[in-house]
């Protein structure tokens, strides 16, 4: 069946590092792609999403972009801040309506000053 | 505009008794979502509704695990009779037709 892998953390990093936080698929079909993200004590956010191949999401300063060819949608941010500091979830929808929602792990990040 | 909101916050049950979870979600989405989120792992879909009806609860426990839209709004989730494993955090979301999931706080559970 569908599935999503994700990276394993916790990931730590210095502020203004680079981020990247890798998120492979499988799925039949065209699914529509996402990552959402939980900081502490709140529930689950969209942070962005693509919903075909070389479509890019950004939001907040993050992207990804849907690679049908290597099946991956890796999450990129340039400079993070302490504020980053939560767990992100990679997921995938099977149809295009963005529902249904199935999730990686999660992977946790951790930003220090 | 509100969010999805979700109550208790927090649960601690022993093993065998029975527990339930209210959700309320968005005002006017259609959709509302029940997801299973154990320590570590990613949320898992238990059920889905439209409106008052059910689209997929292939991944439910039926023998344990119901729960029901009331009119169409609110939702309550229930565990009878509880077991170790399902401590977890139950998440439910909302969302308009084809539009983005709104995610509540979740209920943590815990099962001694």
């Known amino acids: 069946g569908d599935s999503v892998t994700q990276m394993e953390g916790p990931v730590t990093l210095s502020e203004e590092a680079f981020l990247t936080i890798n998120c492979t698929y499988t799925?039949?079909?065209?699914?529509?792609l996402f990552w959402y993200v939980q900081y502490p004590g709140e529930g689950l956010q969209l942070l962005l999403k693509a919903t075909k191949a070389d479509d890019k999401g950004s939001n907040k300063g993050f992207e990804a972009t849907y690679r049908k060819e290597t099946t991956s949608f890796h999450l990129e941010k340039g400079s993070v801040q302490v504020s980053d500091s939560a767990v992100y979830f990679c997921a995938l929808s099977p149809n295009q309506a963005g529902t249904a929602l199935i999730f990686g792990k999660g992977t946790t990040l951790s930003v220090s000053s | 505009e509100a969010g999805v909101a979700q109550s208790p916050r927090y649960k601690i049950i022993e093993k065998r008794q029975s527990v339930a979870f209210w959700c309320n979600p968005i005002s006017g989405h259609a959709t509302l979502y029940w997801y299973q989120q154990i320590l570590g792992q990613g949320p898992k879909l238990l059920i889905q509704f439209q409106n008052n009806g059910v689209v997929d609860d292939s991944q439910l426990p039926k023998d344990r695990f119901s729960a029901e839209r009331l009119k169409g709004v609110d939702s309550t989730l229930k565990i009878q009779p509880a077991k170790l494993e399902d401590s977890a955090v139950y998440l439910c979301?909302?969302?308009?037709?084809?539009?983005?999931?709104?995610f509540g706080s979740g209920t943590q559970l815990s099962v001694l």
């Open positions: 979301a909302s969302s308009p037709p084809g539009e983005k999931l709104f």
């Open positions: 799925a039949t079909g065209y699914p529509s």
